[in-house]
C-alpha cells in the first residue's frame, strides 16, 4: 500500500479538495501572483496595520526583498479582550492604499460572515486564522465571496479537520483555496505553538491544493522565524506567510515573533540556496544508458 492509499480512506471523501489521478495540484491565483504554480511565494508584513505609516514603509521593505503579497490584520482576533484589536474598515484603507502605490496583492483576516463583503472590497486573499478554522457561516460566506482564500489550520485541528473546513468552503462555490500549516498546540512550552512540517507533505499528497507555512505563529520568537522558513522550502511548502515590522519592539501585536526589515531581507536571501536544491530536484534526470553486460 502507498502512502496516498493508506491516507485516502480519510481523505477522499472531501472529494472537492481531495488529490485524485486527474487532479494532482492546483494553482490558485491571487491578483498576478500564482500560488501553487512552483513559485515560492512569500507573503509578508505586520501582524496587524496600525498606521499608514508603518504599513508603507513594511509593504516597501518586503516588496523589495522580494515578498509577492502584503499581510497585515484589520480585524484582529487577539487571545486577551484587552489587547488592540484591530483598526477595521480605517485599517482595509490602508491597506488598499498600500497596494496602490507598491503592487503587492492584499491578504487580510476576516472573522465573522458579517465582514466578509466589506473585507472581500479591499483584500485579494481571504484568511481565515486557525480561531476561526470551524466557523462553518463565515466558511459558507467565504464559498460565495469570489476571492480566494487561505485556510489556516485551528490549533487543535486535525489535518482531516483541516480537509473538512476546505471542503466546507469548495461546496459553497470557492475552488480557490490555500491551506496554512501555522503550528499546532501540544504539551511543548519552549514555542508558542509546534510546527508540524510533516502536515506539508502529508496535505500535498492527500490534497490538490496549495500549502504554505507561517513560521512566525509556530515560533512565537523571531530567531526560530529563518530556520523554520528554511524547512518549509526543504519539504516543497508553496510558500510562506511571515510577519515583519519596522520596529518589532513597539508592534501592538506579536512583536516578539516579528522580524526587523534587515532579518526579513537576510532571511529572503537565505532560502536562495534551499530554493535552487529544490528546483534542481524537479528536473527530470537524464535516464541512465545500460552499456551491455550483466547487473
Ligand atoms: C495572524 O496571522 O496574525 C494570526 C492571528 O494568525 P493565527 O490565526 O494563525 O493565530
Ligand atoms: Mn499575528
Redesign the pocket.
Known sequence: MNSHSQWNGQFSCFDLVARTCDRSSSVVQVGDVEIGGGEFVVMAGP??VESERQLLETAYAVAGAGARLL?G?AY??RSSPYAFQGLGVEGLKILRRAREETGLAIVT?VMSEDEVDVVAEYADLM?V???SMENYALLEALGRCGRPVLL?RG?TATLVELMRSAQVIAMNGNPDIILCE?GIRTFETATRNTLDIAAVPVLKTVSHLPVIV?PS?AAGVRCLVPVLARAAAVVDADGL?V?VHPTPEKAL??GIQSLTFGEFHNMMDDLQPYLALREEARQPRPQLLRVGGAD
Do not use: F, N
Open positions: 501582524c496587524a499581510r490584520g484582529k482576533p483576516e484568511q486564522g486557525t480561531r489556516k490549533m501555522r507561517d505563529h506567510l510577519e501585536s506579536d
